[in-house]
């Protein structure tokens, strides 16, 4: 049985400063929800990963925009993300008070012992937790088995894995979904990003390896190339009878997508090529200041900072 | 060992009524090649499935035209596309003394024997010759097996399935693949339209399962929801060694991805929902008239029209 976490309000906040209104947020989250979307993660909590750069709405995720929507489309579809460094249990707790039932904590190799105690207090809230593994392709196979291990170890319901640099291929992604299935208890996620136009095939090639929770955003709005299509992937789920989910509703899914597209102009689709070429060399978004000049420059840079001989 | 068809010029050509300037056509074919294109699709010959539709420079192959490109880029790397109802084999012949080298002739689960023999002359004639199953998601099986032999046995060096629809999924077109690979000794290619997203997915899962011609267009440029984006699928390419083509030169390719962005308007990406349903529901482009009012609407419309009660 899959479930489906809609992150536009979240990743799609890269595009746009964060900047959702709350009357978009609150027609945003009835319609996700009513296109059966299992959650909707509506913020990050207190911040992303640079909380200087996500000052908008759906940048903090402060308790009265939770409590705002977990009122108008129900706590158990209200979800949030955070990085550890920015927060606290009493911010969880006022969160989960708010009415958020779902919380992903991000992860990295890095991880020391009291994120993952803050991961085990969100459990212990009454949380459902997701620990999202971030930039796994810049993992290796040992570092992400002995941190999905902590992770579930520690609690967590879910252990994603986040492509963060969208520069996986389905090969990629069949064999890590596999690894962390096999050596957690923990309910296996994917969050792809599109900079390669695989995000469908992967979460096609996670799900095929035991992945039941997906993350996909209305017309992918989301950082750099953007995230799974949600529209794509719900058209795909409709269909294909194999895959258990909630009984999809197309009509509302693009009944959503128009008014994503008639309300908020940075949601337009579009091909970046820079993150194209960013996913191919399995580079982050930080990187993208070596991306000057011509494709061909950008080719060469992209070498030497990988330090593959051509 | 790979080879591609970039159809931008005349598949993309639907967008814009055909009309490339001649000055555009000459630098797309040049930087094609070079970014490692096995053929450059220049036009349809004589006009696609209806002539009166397609006019303009690449929609027509006059001889002038081909013997332009053909002397600028070599005759090696010049095909076009046609329907057997509007050609003769004076057209095959005169197109082939200006330059042309593939011919790709379009069938129908009607075609007839003079189809056939159009086929074997142009092979006869020293083509290469692609026999283009059109609407393959709209043929049974057998359908396409009786056709994929009777063109085979007829010259063709090439089966392709054409998604014309855009309505397969990976595991149709491995079936579908497979089945045709093994019936005949022709090579087998995949012709992808992108209205669900899977147009790179369904030709990963072609070439999985024994084709070796693959057509892309740059940034997907073509009818509808447009084909299987170049870009992407060259960066697939120089990325996985398993599978051998030509050596991509990727930064060409995104050179010629900003040419076409900065010279046709109408190249912009774009994510057309309409031609999402079309495809979730295995409706030809002809049937779009039905999808006007809402999308629920658009969803039920479907429905009646493919016979599924949902």
């Known amino acids: 049985?899959?479930?489906?976490?809609?992150?536009?309000?979240?990743?799609?906040?890269?595009?746009?400063?964060?900047?959702?209104?709350?009357?978009?947020?609150?027609?945003?989250?009835?319609?996700?929800?009513?296109?059966?979307?299992?959650?909707?993660?509506?913020?990050?909590?207190?911040?992303?990963?640079?909380?200087?750069?996500?000052?908008?709405?759906?940048?903090?995720?402060?308790?009265?925009?939770?409590?705002?929507?977990?009122?108008?489309v129900g706590p158990d579809h209200i979800g949030l993300i955070g990085h550890p460094s920015n927060l606290t249990c009493?911010?969880?707790?006022?969160?989960?008070?708010?009415?958020?039932?779902?919380?992903?904590?991000?992860?990295?190799?890095?991880?020391?012992?009291?994120?993952?105690?803050?991961?085990?207090?969100a459990k212990d809230m009454g949380y459902t937790v997701c620990a999202n593994l971030t930039r796994v392709s810049r993992?290796?196979?040992?570092?992400?088995?002995?941190?999905?291990?902590?992770?579930?170890?520690?609690?967590?319901?879910?252990?994603?894995?986040?492509?963060?640099?969208?520069?996986?291929?389905?090969?990629?992604?069949?064999?890590?979904?596999?690894?962390?299935?096999k050596i957690t208890p923990s309910a296996v996620g994917l969050h792809a990003h599109n900079n390669l136009g695989l995000a469908l095939a992967n979460s096609l090639a996670a799900v095929d390896n035991g992945a039941t929770w997906i993350d996909s955003s209305i017309l992918g709005m989301g950082k750099g190339a953007g995230n799974l299509i949600a529209e794509q992937w719900m058209a795909y789920l409709d269909r294909d009878f194999a895959i258990k989910c909630r009984s999809v509703d197309l009509g509302v899914v693009l009944e959503l997508s128009d008014f994503l597209a008639a309300s908020v102009a940075e949601s337009r689709p579009a091909l970046p090529m820079t993150d194209l070429l960013m996913g191919h060399f399995d580079l982050s978004i930080e990187q993208r200041e070596h991306f000057r000049g011509s494709h061909r420059d950008s080719v060469a840079a992209a070498r030497d900072l990988q330090g593959v001989v051509s």
């Open 139 to 181: 993992l290796t196979p040992r570092q992400i088995a002995e941190l999905a291990f902590r992770a579930s170890e520690a609690g967590a319901d879910v252990v994603y894995l986040a492509d963060s640099n969208g520069s996986l291929r389905p090969s990629d992604v069949g064999s890590l979904v596999n690894l962390v299935d």
């Open 90 to 121: 009493g911010d969880l707790a006022a969160a989960y008070s708010a009415g958020a039932r779902l919380i992903r904590l991000c992860l990295t190799a890095s991880a020391s012992q009291s994120d993952l105690a803050l991961l085990t207090a």
């Open 1 to 72: 049985m899959i479930t489906n976490i809609d992150v536009t309000l979240r990743d799609g906040g890269y595009r746009n400063g964060f900047n959702f209104s709350l009357d978009y947020a609150f027609e945003h989250a009835r319609q996700s929800v009513d296109a059966s979307f299992d959650w909707v993660e509506i913020a990050y909590l207190k911040g992303s990963f640079d909380p200087t750069k996500s000052t908008g709405l759906t940048g903090r995720g402060d308790p009265d925009y939770v409590r705002a929507l977990a009122r108008h």
